[in-house]
């Protein structure tokens, strides 16, 4: 059963970085990335306990627990560098998107604001349809930034993009 379940977590690493696809709860509004790692540990634990006890084999035993180590080690920070997602509720989109906004801030009052805007096309699985990236100053452009932190976006009338504060995003 666990073999079965780290087969389908690497094909959904392998859709994740090589295809920019992501996995999404818009009900829960849950990233399903960061709970996948959870879960990692969690058949870890379960597949090292039934292999030390019901199978007595050591090698297997050693490689359940090498997984299971890796993935508790990586669980804690992937967690909490998961995109933040969020559902765009409009009745001009006939498709559901979700937006994942980040900023950082850079040198002098300069912040560099990041946009990702997500399609979804399966349940649970979502597009990257348009990404844009922006250095802004903060005294100029603080429309922008507290967009940004307040995760404000509209939708344009025609539903062609999306803006946040200065930075367009495209529906396309």
């Not at 690497?10 to 509004?29: E, H, P, V």
């Not at 922006?134 to 922008?144: A, N, R």
Request: a positive charge; aromatic letters at 16%; glycine letters at 2%.
């Amino acid at each position: 059963m666990a073999a079965v379940y780290y087969i389908a977590r690497i094909a959904m690493f392998i859709l994740s970085i090589g295809f920019d696809f992501i996995l999404y709860s818009k009900k829960l509004q849950l990233n399903l990335w960061a709970v996948a790692w959870i879960f990692d540990v969690c058949i870890g634990f379960i597949s090292l306990f039934t292999c030390m006890l019901y199978l007595k084999k050591r090698f297997l035993s050693f490689i359940m627990m090498l997984i299971t180590a890796i993935s508790f080690i990586i669980c804690i920070p992937a967690t909490g560098l998961t995109e933040r997602l969020q559902t765009i509720y409009t009745p001009n989109l006939s498709t559901d998107y979700a937006i994942s906004t980040n900023y950082i801030y850079s040198k002098n009052n300069q912040f560099w604001v990041h946009a990702r805007l997500y399609k979804e096309v399966f349940p649970f699985v979502y597009k990257l349809t348009d990404s844009n990236s922006k250095e802004i100053d903060k005294i100029k452009e603080q429309d922008t930034l507290q967009s940004f932190i307040d995760k404000n976006y509209e939708v344009n009338t025609t539903g062609t993009h999306i803006e946040i504060g200065k930075v367009k995003l495209s529906l396309k």
